[in-house]
């Protein structure tokens, strides 16, 4: 270590476990009734290049959030998302959560082209993004870590499929 170097007595923030445990404190700090959701990590979908969705309905286009990232909070009764924004360089919240429910959902969707899921609420907000099993989250400068949920995107991804049959 430098002297320009500023000192942190914590440990550093690992990945698995304790990357799970701080995203979830995001996510809790942010939504009432908390402990009813599921969480997944989600990145958000960079492009926005047309693809054929697997739905009935066309989606409109419409710009994506600032966010980088979400934590995506999903449970089945009753059948909702919760999407929060998360800043990974300080693993907080970035913004606001938006609930997506059955009352004020415009469409769900799951991109064939690369398998992103999109939802639109109607009041005009859209949210494409993309989940995977083993996702690397960039932190910081030069701190990649590896976040482990293959449980939870089978789980998600049943969800998900039932919630796009539902819109």
Known sequence: MTPDEPSDSSPPL????????????VFDGQIPNYGDYNLV??????SKAAGRARTSRSAPVAPSPSATAYVVGYRWK??????AP???TGITGAGVPVEVNMTNLAHALQWDADDSFEVG?????IFRFDVSADPVLDIGPGTPLHLP?????????AFMA????MA
């Not at 698995?16 to 404190?25: E, T, V």
């Not at 990590?41 to 960079?46: E, I, P, Q, Y």
């Not at 039932?162 to 049959?165: Q, R, S």
């Open 121 to 125: 609420t109607s009041t005009g907000r």
């Open 14 to 25: 690992d990945g698995g476990q304790g990357l799970k445990n701080a995203l979830r404190r």
């Open 78 to 83: 009753p059948m909702e998302l919760m999407i």
């Open 41 to 46: 990590f989600a990145a958000r979908h960079a």
């Open 162 to 165: 039932a919630f796009i049959a």
């Open 86 to 88: 998360v800043d990974l």
């Open 149 to 157: 949920q293959d449980d939870d995107v089978i789980d998600f991804n």
